[in-house]
């Protein structure tokens, strides 16, 4: 599975940004998928995943009420919905796929290459 994310940017405190992820191969639909969010001198963390089949989802604290994971099997896309951003959100965000319903970044097997997202106070 390859995966490239697109949709990064700088925005101000309080704006909405959509991050896509879009893979290939025709077995999208089976990888539970991830998002991940590393920012400068800091350790990758755990945003957001949601299931292949039935579209369940599970987020962070930091990011709960704010983040919406979507995706759309046809198109073999996901999506991050950010709103209402704050500084501290500034990282780059990477999508990565899985066989695991896990929130560890170790068990994830594929990885984009990460999308830049710089949020201004």
């Known amino acids: 599975v390859q995966l490239q994310a697109s949709g990064g940017g700088l925005v101000q405190a309080g704006a909405s940004l959509r991050l896509s992820c879009a893979a290939s191969?025709?077995?999208?639909?089976?990888?539970?998928m991830g998002w991940f969010r590393q920012a400068p001198g800091k350790e990758r963390e755990f945003v957001t995943r949601i299931t292949g089949s039935d579209g369940n989802t599970y987020y962070a604290d930091s990011v709960k009420g704010r983040f919406v994971i979507s995706r759309d099997n046809a198109k073999n896309t996901v999506y991050l919905q950010m709103n209402s951003l704050k500084p501290e959100d500034t990282a780059v965000y990477y999508c990565?796929?899985?066989?695991?319903?896990?929130?560890?970044?170790?068990?994830?097997?594929?990885w984009g290459q990460g999308t830049q997202v710089t949020v201004s106070s």
């Open positions: 191969g025709r077995t999208f639909s089976t990888y539970v």
């Open positions: 990565a796929a899985t066989r695991v319903y896990s929130d560890s970044s170790r068990h994830y097997d594929y």
